[in-house]
């Protein structure tokens, strides 16, 4: 049976871990409910979501990955990003799906039975940087955020004192710009130093979608002088290939996934797509 293990990040805010390294967040108001992202669709997220929540509910995707949008059919109401339409169809091919459970620890318990079937991307609303969401009492913005994926947004939910930004795979630990379909270091850079501009002095705490759902406050600003780096080649470059694919970690990581230098994020990248 597939397992969903929850914690609260604050009184309104549920962290709930999927299978495959993937994190999603429950957010609620007295009246409503919003949940971000929905995982790599094995097990019945929604039934989990229920006996959390009887609320009103929607669905915010921060970008079309596997692991953030294929439990989305099990959903009525769900917004994306239109730009991630075109990541959104291969990512959800079934083999696809199951080539990302060798990353579980709950691979052996996946059976046909829990695979949720893929939704329809027509059906989903679109979503953009400038959107609020107002639950009554919580709300969350929505800042564009493109690198990681074409359509990647980042969320600010807003709830009395906490303001809290949840950067997806926007900007992370370990941000993947090495596809075929990432854009280079530069344009990347450009939407960090716009994100930044946009999101300064709004937010107290920075939350993750994959391990401990945690990040240094000063994550984008780590990020800005990493490409820097990379741009003026002060890398490391560590080879890495990930489902076919190859790129250079830019710095080198030790045991705990962290950056041995002690910067704030890491990128991998293709040195043909960094001017």
Do not use: W
């Amino acid at each position: 049976m597939v397992k969903f293990r929850t914690e609260k990040v604050t009184e309104r805010v549920t962290r709930i871990y999927a299978i495959c390294t993937e994190l999603m967040y429950l957010v609620e108001s007295d009246e409503k409910a919003v949940l971000i992202d929905t995982g790599s669709g094995f097990g019945s997220l929604k039934a989990k979501v229920d006996s959390l929540t009887d609320k009103p509910l929607i669905v915010l995707l921060t970008h079309g990955h596997t692991d953030h949008a294929m439990g989305a059919g099990e959903f009525e109401t769900v917004y994306m990003n239109h730009k991630d339409d075109y990541i959104f169809g291969p990512h959800g091919d079934r083999k696809f799906q199951l080539e990302g459970l060798e990353m579980s620890e709950q691979r052996g318990d996946v059976v046909e039975d829990y695979y949720i079937e893929t939704a329809d991307v027509s059906s989903f609303l679109d979503l953009n940087g400038g959107d609020s969401f107002d639950l009554g009492g919580v709300t969350i913005d929505i800042y564009d955020c493109p690198g990681h994926t074409k359509g990647s947004v980042v969320m600010l939910i807003k709830e009395a004192e906490e303001k809290l930004l949840l950067l997806g795979d926007a900007c992370n630990n370990f941000t993947f710009l090495f596809e075929d379909y990432s854009i280079s270091i530069a344009q990347y850079k450009n939407s960090l130093i716009r994100l930044k501009k946009e999101v300064e002095g709004k937010y107290n705490k920075v939350l993750a979608s994959h391990g401990d759902g945690s990040l240094p406050i000063d994550i984008i600003d780590g990020m800005i002088e990493l490409c820097d780096d990379i741009q003026s080649g002060n890398t490391d470059d560590i080879p890495m290939t990930f489902r076919g694919n190859s790129g250079l970690i830019a710095k080198k990581m030790g045991e705990n996934g962290l950056r041995v230098d002690g910067g704030s994020g890491n990128i991998v990248y293709n040195k043909e797509k960094i001017s």
